[in-house]
């Protein structure tokens, strides 16, 4: 219970902190300190991918496959080259500084958000982004490249440059990494506005249809096959986030119920259920007991000490159901004349 308390003072404290208003400087100020963190991590992992570059761009060219190849127009086409990879590669790797730095900015405006929730977030945001890549990169751009690439023109040959190649990979890695943020956006709604799992579920048809629009426009093949790839992903993840924004309605639910029945139980983070039974109530320790009245010790020589022992005697026998106020007794003594006689003539006197 103590440790309980302890949590709960903390919490109104961080309330407290939160609740002072800040100034349009601060914020200005707090958005450049986030900027520079987020420009410091860009330019730290572009920087660390240069000496990848060769096994980052066999990656990049693997789906295109032996039968092309690709080349550059203008002198200065191989250094633009290298420095767009270094530059997506760099912005991929830095995706999870950019996105703790957006929450951590925007978090004044939502409700109040442990720290444990941001990291929980930013991890799952990170997670999403590389299921994403994996997504566009193993299975829809395959068969956007095959399809545009296998298209047979008269005296037309095929010539890819490095800059189109390079637009046209990363346009379909960007795209399904953005489409897999959905469940993350649901969420970060929910945190704002409540939403119900009801009213999300009657959306599916018109989730289905702008997830092929977006897949139109996103995909620049007129294929359909290749557009349903793109659109699958995107009713999916709307699955996905209507079950997880169900499953923090219901850890919502449970935390108010647990508060009405009792008043001073911690918020509990979503997704966390603990049914740990409450304390029994402890007994309200005993009063303590008088000192007990000193002892005189009689027999002292001087008046008070004879006074004192007397009242104490006094004492003794109320207390043992005797008459109390009775002084002691005083022997008596019988004096008698003396006798007088004669024993052989001669007078004595007894």
């Not at 980052?56 to 086409?77: D, F, S, W």
């Not at 309605?249 to 509990?268: F, G, I």
């Not at 104490?312 to 008698?336: I, K, M, S, W, Y």
Request: charged fraction near 15%.
């Amino acid at each position: 219970m103590k440790k309980l308390i302890q949590t709960k003072t903390k919490r109104h404290k961080a309330t407290r902190t939160e609740s002072i208003p800040v100034t349009f400087l601060e914020h200005v100020h707090e958005l450049q300190v986030r900027l520079t963190w987020v420009a410091v991590a860009f330019l730290l992992a572009s920087a660390a991918a240069y000496p990848f570059f060769d096994q980052i761009v066999a990656v990049l060219v693997k789906p295109l496959g032996t039968k092309h190849q690709l080349v550059y127009l203008t002198p200065a086409g191989a250094f633009g080259f290298i420095m767009q990879v270094c530059m997506y590669v760099g912005f991929i790797a830095a995706l999870p500084v950019i996105i703790y730095q957006i929450y951590q900015f925007i978090m004044p405006a939502m409700q109040r958000v442990e720290r444990k929730k941001v990291v929980l977030y930013t991890s799952l945001s990170f997670i999403l982004a590389l299921v994403g890549v994996s997504f566009a990169y193993f299975v829809v751009l395959p068969g956007a490249l095959y399809f545009l690439t296998g298209l047979n023109l008269y005296h037309i040959n095929p010539m890819l440059t490095i800059d189109s190649y390079l637009s046209f990979v990363m346009a379909y890695i960007i795209t399904g990494a953005l489409l897999f943020q959905l469940p993350l956006v649901l969420l970060l709604i929910d945190s704002v506005t409540p939403l119900k799992p009801s009213k999300l579920m009657g959306l599916q048809g018109h989730v289905i249809l702008a997830a092929f629009i977006i897949a139109a426009i996103a995909s620049p093949t007129p294929d359909v096959v290749n557009q349903t790839l793109l659109a699958m992903p995107i009713v999916i993840m709307y699955q996905f986030g209507v079950v997880l924004v169900w499953l923090k309605s219901r850890a919502r639910k449970q935390r108010a119920a647990a508060q009405q029945e009792h008043p001073l139980a911690l918020d509990l983070p979503d997704f966390v259920d603990t049914g740990a039974p409450a304390s029994p109530p402890t007994a309200a320790p005993a009063p303590p007991r008088a000192a007990p009245a000193p002892q005189v010790r009689p027999g002292l020589r001087s008046m008070d000490g004879i006074r004192a022992a007397r009242a104490g005697n006094t004492e003794r026998r109320r207390v043992a159901g005797q008459t109390a106020d009775r002084p002691l007794p005083r022997l008596a003594v019988r004096t008698q004349p003396p006798r007088q006689g004669t024993i052989d003539g001669i007078s004595v006197r007894g």
